[in-house]
């Protein structure tokens, strides 16, 4: 195990994922997958539905068995059974697990209980965490009155009550309304500004980039990229992007000219609209001044970041959600 030390970045390593398989029957659901956590970072798992999240997830958090390969956290490793190591590990799943004829409160004692807290540490530990999740005006009311995503809140407060290292969420905005998805983006940044270390596992890019400063894209269980979202950015053939709307249809010759131009990576268009890909953000005034040029009017221009939701299109040629 290397040893911490704040002039060797591997010594940040809490979580080491090493070519971990595993096949359901003749299914390759997880295909030699390495990755690795470092302290206080978020890594985002993105990749489509049945890429192989769940099964990596569950396999960290040692509720199923690898056919093959080793995780390890903070060098110990992780198998079945109970360890020190797993101790480490927050859970929240996809399904989930409260009961309902329990108060939010009662919910979160039990759990703490499970993990063998009891007495003034599981009270503290249980108040934190509602805390944490904004819940605590809700404690003695019953999870069923719950929208999703206060349900889901709940959920996080339970996995946080043993004081995990390491938070693993699985898909937890999946059945949630866009007010409450914020609320669990809060939770989460809370979580992050207290250092803690989390795996997001999601299939919506644009949440993944918001919260993770690595990410690692899977597709046929197979990790296609693992970088921060910078470099893939990079990645990407238009860095920005430019809409204009004409005063009408464009010509084919027009068209033609435009994705002639320098910086121009692509031209998409519907009626007089054409959203024009660029390879720099300074590519956009040269092109309006074409657009003018031409003596065409324009009713209406836009310039916009491009998203790395087109990443998975560029490296699979699919998109991410059918
Ligand atoms: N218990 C199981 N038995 C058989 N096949 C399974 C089982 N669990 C998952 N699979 C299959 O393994 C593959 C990976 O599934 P997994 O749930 O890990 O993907 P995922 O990326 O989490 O997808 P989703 O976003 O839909 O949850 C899929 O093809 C899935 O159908």
Request: charged share 20%; aromatic share 4%; net charge negative.
């Amino acid at each position: 195990m290397l040893q911490a030390s704040a002039d060797n970045p591997e010594a940040a390593v809490i979580l080491s994922v090493e070519q971990i398989s595993k096949a359901y029957g003749a299914r390759q659901a997880v295909d030699g997958v390495s990755f690795k956590v470092r302290r206080g970072q978020t890594v985002g798992l993105i990749g489509p539905n049945g890429a192989g999240k769940s099964t990596t997830v569950a396999l960290i958090c040692g509720l199923l068995r690898a056919d093959a390969g080793r995780i390890t956290l903070d060098g110990e490793v992780i198998g079945q059974g109970a360890s020190a190591a797993k101790q480490k590990i927050g859970f929240v799943p996809q399904d989930l697990a409260l009961y309902e004829e329990l108060s939010a409160l009662e919910n979160l004692r039990l759990f703490g209980a499970l993990y063998g807290l009891k007495g003034a540490q599981l009270k503290q530990r249980c108040a934190e965490a509602l805390a944490l999740v904004n819940l605590s005006d809700r404690a003695a009311d019953l999870p069923s009155g719950f929208s999703g995503g206060m349900k889901r809140r709940l959920n996080i407060a339970a996995a946080l009550l043993h004081d995990p290292r390491l938070l693993i969420l699985d898909e937890p905005t999946v059945g949630v309304d866009p007010q409450s998805r914020n609320a669990i983006f809060d939770t989460l940044e809370a979580l992050q500004a207290q250092g803690r270390s989390l795996i997001y596992t999601s299939h919506y890019m644009e949440e993944v980039e918001r919260l993770a400063d690595h990410i690692v894209i899977i597709d046929h269980g197979k990790v296609l990229a693992d970088e921060t979202p910078a470099a893939l950015f990079q990645r990407l053939p238009a860095q920005a992007a430019l809409q204009v709307e004409l005063a009408g249809e464009p010509s084919a010759e027009l068209l033609s000219g435009v994705r002639a131009l320098n910086g121009v990576t692509g031209v998409e268009g519907t009626g007089a609209t054409l959203n024009i890909g660029l390879a720099a953000a300074t590519d956009a005034a040269p092109v309006l001044g074409w657009f003018n040029a031409q003596g065409q009017t324009l009713l209406h221009f836009a310039t916009a970041r491009t998203s790395l939701e087109n990443i998975f299109l560029n490296l699979t040629g699919r998109s991410l959600r059918d």
